[in-house]
């Protein structure tokens, strides 16, 4: 088979949740910054995303992460987060997905037992510290950016759940994280069709009574994921972070538990160095820990540092054809549900 033009991908997945990485083929995307480019994808051209996010080349239930040369010199490399709604700034098992591509393919120079990448994201610069051995990428541990408190115990008025409380925190991108008992589920597989249909239920109704802004970010501007948490005894938390168009995180979601980070400082219920386990709705885990404090826009914020570890499982070609009738990809709600009307 002939492939004049082709997009070379590989394969990954964090504790379950598919991140694929796009190594090779991609289209020039313009813009001075990684900001610049994923706001290009949002806002002017989404062929890209939907070609490769969209069926019948993708499903619903997974990420493509987008490599990039970096546009700051302190960077080894940038990318964005391609994801069936929309391009996001900043995702932690997407992160770690794409260090451990970059290390084990030989990207970025692996350096044994430890190497350090820094990676350019539309939400900032990201340190990671990959643990390496035998030319495998064990784990990685990611610096993210700092994560702040915007509202605590915000009311939100549902027509299903009664008042329920919402604390709205920003680790990367912003988030609202709900008690999974204020809603009667819990977070288990048996449940997972319920959360996230509760998931985007919520969403919508927080578009509509809670407004978020990054103080230094102008464009981060909206509560991107409902996050479902149960704190446990030992201190850990069980996590179900909903994705549009209506499914879970399979990961126990490294922006969401930096978030979480910021939550638990707001509530002093947290000590810098003090590791928490995050846990996934399939039993996964993150090691999740503030090494610092700082502030944001005049907002306390920490510093979040989490730890996972990925694995590439294969890699395809995807052939791009100019007389492809389904080039743009198509959605049906069997898979969609009511989101495929917003499209």
Known sequence: ?????????LMVHAQGEIGNVIIGGAPEIPGATILEKMNH??????SLRRFVCFEPRANVAMTVNLLLPPCRPDADAAFIVLQADRAHPMSGSNCICV?????????VKMVEPETIVRLDTAAGLITVRAECRDGRCLSVSLDNVPAFVAELDAAVETPKWGTIRADIAFGGVFYAQIDVDSIGLKIIPDHARALAEAGMELKTLLADQVTVQHPEIASLNEIAYVMFRDYQPDGSVITCTTLAPGR???SPCGTGSSANLAVLQARGQLKLQERRASRSIIGGTF???AVGETTVGGRPAVLPRITGSAWIYGRQQLRISPDDPFRAGFALSDTWGPLVGEL
């Not at 002939?2 to 997009?7: P, V, W």
């Not at 260090?99 to 990207?107: H, S």
């Open 1 to 9: 088979m002939m492939f004049d033009q082709s997009l070379d991908i």
């Open 41 to 46: 994808i949002n806002e002017v051209d989404d």
């Open 99 to 107: 260090v451990t591509a970059l290390l084990e393919t030989g990207r």
């Open 248 to 250: 879970v995180d399979r």
């Open 287 to 289: 090691l999740a820990e």
